[in-house]
């Protein structure tokens, strides 16, 4: 399932959790595809915190508790790591990383916490939510088969990379635009993991931030820029992007198309990506601005030249998923959806 799917359900299962209705999540995916970030996502977007536990790091005692004596009984101190109404708040949600990494000792104390939202006398604050994620045994992680008991607590969703909804997170979060325009020009390349390789940096969402933030560093050093992306991507991908990034010399004036002024559309196809990703990035840079209207005319007016209809289609997505709705009413946008409409409605 695509993020842009999942994050959703996500989203209604963190609101059902104060209304009784929650089922546990357990997110399924390869390494690098972003399933923490979404339980991230979503807390953020309600303000309310989460608690990162990391099970493969963790002793069945960790999560019970320590046992002491009280009079003729004994009794278990709670963990300070569980949700607390007092301390954490009365929303918010629990987030057992990595637990298919755990040893069956450590799953086996987390029966009762997801399904019955409690251990011994300590129980979960009716607003928190339960997710969980994990590696699939083929995904070169460290991890056992999870128990039949335990994987039966939970409802199941598989994570899989998808590039528009990367690249929607990538202009909101100030991934630099060259990178969003290479994965455009380059799909396949926003994760390739082969676990037969066994390979050590290798291409995933996680690791192309990791390239944007060595552009961003290394970008005045070419002679250290290179390495330091194959170190994020592995060697086969940061090649590629070096090559990409070093033929961008050659990209029209971007200023003279978001102003109207006559601007030549590339011939190479690399070239034509990173023009769409560039002019995506200014408007967004701009879309509270005065002149957002005038720019995105520009833009649209340019988006027609484009010698494969493809190519502005894209474009002209990507702008409104970031943008929104002030797309429909510029005047250009009529003329360019009616070129467009034998792509967009029949292909």
Same mark, same amino acid.
């Given at each position: 399932? =695509?993020p842009?799917?999942?994050?959703?359900?996500?989203e209604?299962?963190?609101?059902?959790?104060?209304?009784?209705?929650?089922?546990?999540?357990?997110? &399924?995916?390869?390494?690098?595809v !972003?399933?923490?970030?979404?339980?991230?996502?979503?807390? *953020?977007?309600?303000?309310?915190?989460?608690?990162?536990?990391?099970?493969s790091?963790?002793?069945?005692? +960790?999560l019970?508790?320590?046992?002491? =004596?009280? !009079?003729?009984h004994? +009794? &278990?101190?709670?963990?300070?790591?569980?949700?607390?109404?007092?301390?954490?708040?009365?929303?918010?949600?629990?987030?057992?990383?990595?637990? #298919?990494?755990?040893?069956?000792?450590v799953? *086996?104390?987390?029966?009762?916490?997801?399904?019955?939202?409690?251990?011994?006398?300590?129980?979960?604050p009716?607003?928190?939510?339960?997710?969980?994620?994990?590696?699939?045994?083929?995904?070169?992680?460290?991890?056992?088969?999870?128990?039949?008991?335990?994987?039966?607590?939970?409802?199941?969703?598989?994570?899989?990379?998808?590039?528009?909804?990367?690249?929607? &997170?990538?202009?909101?979060?100030?991934?630099?635009?060259?990178?969003?325009?290479?994965?455009?020009?380059?799909?396949?390349?926003l994760?390739?993991?082969?676990?037969?390789?066994n390979p #050590?940096?290798?291409? #995933?969402?996680?690791? &192309?931030?990791?390239?944007?933030?060595?552009?961003q560093?290394?970008?005045?050093?070419?002679?250290?820029?290179?390495p330091?992306?194959?170190?994020?991507?592995?060697?086969a991908?940061?090649?590629?992007?070096?090559?990409?990034?070093?033929?961008?010399?050659?990209?029209?004036?971007?200023d003279?198309?978001?102003?109207?002024?006559?601007?030549?559309?590339?011939?190479? #196809? +690399?070239?034509?990506?990173?023009?769409? *990703?560039?002019?995506?990035?200014?408007?967004?840079r701009?879309?509270?601005?005065?002149?957002?209207?005038?720019?995105?005319?520009?833009?649209l007016?340019?988006?027609?030249?484009?010698?494969?209809?493809?190519?502005?289609?894209?474009l002209?997505?990507?702008?409104?998923?970031?943008v929104?709705?002030?797309?429909?009413?510029?005047?250009q946008?009529?003329?360019?959806?009616?070129?467009?409409?034998d792509?967009?409605?029949?292909?």
């Open positions: 399932m =695509r842009a799917q999942l994050i959703p359900i996500l209604r299962e963190f609101l059902s959790a104060a209304e009784g209705h929650h089922t546990p999540v357990m997110m &399924w995916g390869p390494p690098g !972003g399933k923490s970030q979404m339980v991230g996502e979503v807390a *953020a977007r309600h303000g309310v915190p989460v608690i990162d536990i990391r099970l790091q963790m002793e069945p005692s +960790d019970r508790g320590i046992p002491f =004596r009280v !009079g003729e004994v +009794d &278990w101190a709670i963990p300070s790591i569980l949700p607390n109404a007092e301390r954490h708040g009365d929303r918010g949600i629990l987030f057992l990383d990595e637990i #298919t990494s755990a040893p069956p000792s799953s *086996a104390a987390a029966y009762q916490l997801i399904l019955d939202r409690r251990l011994g006398a300590y129980e979960v009716p607003g928190w939510a339960i997710f969980a994620a994990g590696n699939r045994q083929g995904d070169r992680g460290v991890t056992y088969a999870m128990p039949a008991p335990l994987a039966n607590r939970f409802s199941h969703f598989e994570v899989e990379a998808n590039l528009d909804d990367w690249s929607q &997170w990538a202009y909101e979060n100030g991934i630099d635009e060259r990178l969003i325009g290479f994965l455009r020009f380059r799909p396949e390349l994760f390739d993991f082969d676990p037969a390789r #050590t940096a290798f291409p #995933t969402p996680r690791s &192309w931030e990791f390239a944007s933030r060595a552009l560093k290394f970008g005045d050093q070419p002679d250290l820029l290179g330091a992306l194959a170190a994020c991507v592995g060697q991908a940061g090649i590629e992007l070096s090559a990409y990034l070093a033929n961008l010399s050659r990209m029209p004036d971007l003279a198309i978001v102003e109207g002024r006559p601007a030549e559309v590339p011939r190479d #196809t +690399d070239l034509q990506y990173a023009v769409a *990703a560039a002019l995506v990035a200014r408007a967004i701009n879309k509270n601005g005065a002149n957002i209207r005038e720019m995105l005319g520009h833009i007016d340019y988006a027609a030249k484009f010698p494969l209809k493809e190519m502005g289609v894209m002209v997505s990507d702008i409104h998923r970031n929104g709705q002030t797309l429909f009413g510029v005047p946008f009529a003329t360019w959806a009616n070129q467009v409409a792509i967009v409605l029949y292909e």
